[in-house]
């Protein structure tokens, strides 16, 4: 028996340097922020934005000090266990917490100098053509303090913890007639303390992106409505939240958000020929379960996604993530042929992607008069995550290869390839039915204007050509 125990001690802090801008946008974009958006910021922040302020012109910002840091432990336990004592049948487990190193993309996205857009609507008043002091400006509902460097640590929730991977493993290995072995595994991954940029009241510290807060039930109000189908697919009855006229400017704060969760679940089977007898394999059969309301893909991991940013998100979002496979397989395997050829091959397939429909919902004038809410479209999903699954993928590849000796340490080889042996062939057709739903009034099954997403059913590319590839290499 072996058994292995470790801590690891991890102190993650980030800072900013000092910084500067040049003046920056063209005529009419230093128009607009100078006449319009500068007095408007430092009117309702004053402490913020100095009279005068313009994003556009040339800025300085001071050195910023652990802006967010963490200390954690990290636990990792190992057991081998030889099960009968003759080295061929061994039972192995491990558990261990890993937490996440401070990466650059939590915190460097944050900083007032990174680059991002200032979105302003323009009604052309004088009918001109043309932006000019009689035309009317509109700035989104948004809390532009998060330009203000004096305001820099406001964006850091307090006491900032290390996302964590906890991690358990358990199975059996199990060594055949000397040159085969196989194995069985199970592995649990759940991942905890997830960073977000979350919706938040910075001067009250309420949070208000999930419908159960408090805060959120007066800033969100609920509205029902039923998206017709589309051929096969269903009617959809949903509940969205249209955002208060009453609700605080958007304010996006960094932390650490509990409703967000991702976690796996798979059982691998895996078995290793060595060269023997003039062939050699390997292989593995996985079936697994990626569950969760987080994408795992790396743009849903920098922690400044549309997650937490509304109620909306979590509308039907928990179910398979993007990166769930629940079957999986690979196989590799080399043969010595007559006159010292070589036969190679690797097959590879997997459970297609999954997805779900979802649609743009515009609320009637009407009820968001009523309710004071604004009016806009919001985006929601009509379906569980991951309900749908596209086209699984395989592929099978050949070689055959022919090597001859040169002088006295080269070689000379002549291969034959075959690529997609099998001629899968794989499209990008689009999938989702509905682009915006416009409903007439609120409650399921009210009638209402449905508009087709531009691509639904249309194929925009296409793989999976065959290749036949002849080729020569010297090796000395």
Not at 59 to 68: A, C, F, G, I, V
Not at 200 to 217: H, I, K, L, S
Not at 290 to 304: D, I, K, M, Q, R
């Amino acid at each position: 028996m072996t058994f292995n125990l470790g801590l690891r001690f991890d102190w993650s802090w980030g800072w900013f340097p000092s910084g500067f801008k040049l003046d920056s946008g063209n005529a009419l974009t230093r128009y607009i922020a100078d006449a319009y958006l500068g007095p408007r910021l430092t009117e309702k922040w004053p402490d913020d934005f100095p009279k005068g302020f313009n994003p556009l012109d040339a800025l300085n910002y001071n050195e910023q000090k652990d802006l967010m840091s963490w200390k954690t432990l990290s636990p990792r336990l190992g057991l081998t266990v030889d099960l009968f004592g003759r080295g061929t049948t061994l039972f192995k487990a491990s558990y261990g917490h890993y937490a996440e190193a401070l990466s650059h993309r939590y915190i460097l996205p944050l900083h007032p100098l990174y680059p991002q857009e200032l979105s302003a609507t323009w009604l052309d008043v004088n009918g001109d053509g043309r932006p000019d002091v009689e035309d009317e400006y509109g700035f989104f509902n948004r809390d532009y303090r998060e330009f203000s460097g004096a305001n820099l640590r406001r964006r850091f929730a307090e006491g900032l913890k290390a996302p964590r991977t906890e991690e358990f493993s358990a199975g059996f290995e199990q060594e055949l007639f000397g040159d085969l072995t196989l194995g069985l595994r199970f592995i649990s991954r759940t991942q905890k303390n997830i960073l977000e940029d979350a919706l938040t009241n910075p001067d009250t510290g309420e949070v208000w992106y999930g419908a159960g807060q408090t805060a959120a039930q007066k800033y969100w109000l609920p509205f029902t409505t039923t998206v017709p189908g589309t051929g096969s697919f269903p009617d959809a009855t949903v509940t969205l939240y249209a955002r208060s006229l009453q609700a605080p400017p958007a304010y996006l704060q960094l932390r650490n958000v509990p409703e967000l969760e991702r976690s796996s679940r798979s059982l691998e089977f895996v078995f290793r020929k060595r060269l023997s007898h003039g062939w050699q394999a390997a292989g593995s059969i996985v079936l697994s379960r990626a569950e969760g309301n987080l994408g795992a893909f790396s743009a849903a991991t920098t922690a400044l996604t549309e997650a937490a940013d509304s109620p909306n998100y979590f509308v039907n979002r928990a179910g398979r993530l993007d990166t769930d496979r629940p079957f999986q397989a690979d196989l590799m395997a080399g043969v010595e042929l007559p006159l010292d050829i070589l036969l190679s091959g690797t097959f590879t397939y997997q459970s297609g992607r999954p997805w779900q429909r979802w649609a743009q919902v515009l609320p009637p004038a009407s009820w968001c008069a009523a309710n004071g809410a604004e009016r806009a479209y919001y985006t929601v999903n009509l379906e569980s995550s991951g309900t749908r699954r596209e086209k699984a993928f395989s592929s099978l590849d050949l070689r055959l290869e022919k090597t001859f000796p040169v002088g006295s340490s080269g070689r000379l080889g002549f291969y034959l390839d075959v690529v997609n042996v099998l001629g899968f062939r794989n499209s990008i057709v689009g999938l989702n039915d509905v682009d915006r739903w416009l409903p007439s009034a609120e409650g399921a099954g009210k009638p209402g204007q449905k508009f087709a997403a531009p691509d639904f059913g249309l194929t925009s590319a296409l793989s999976g050509q065959q290749t036949l590839r002849l080729g020569l290499r010297l090796d000395f």
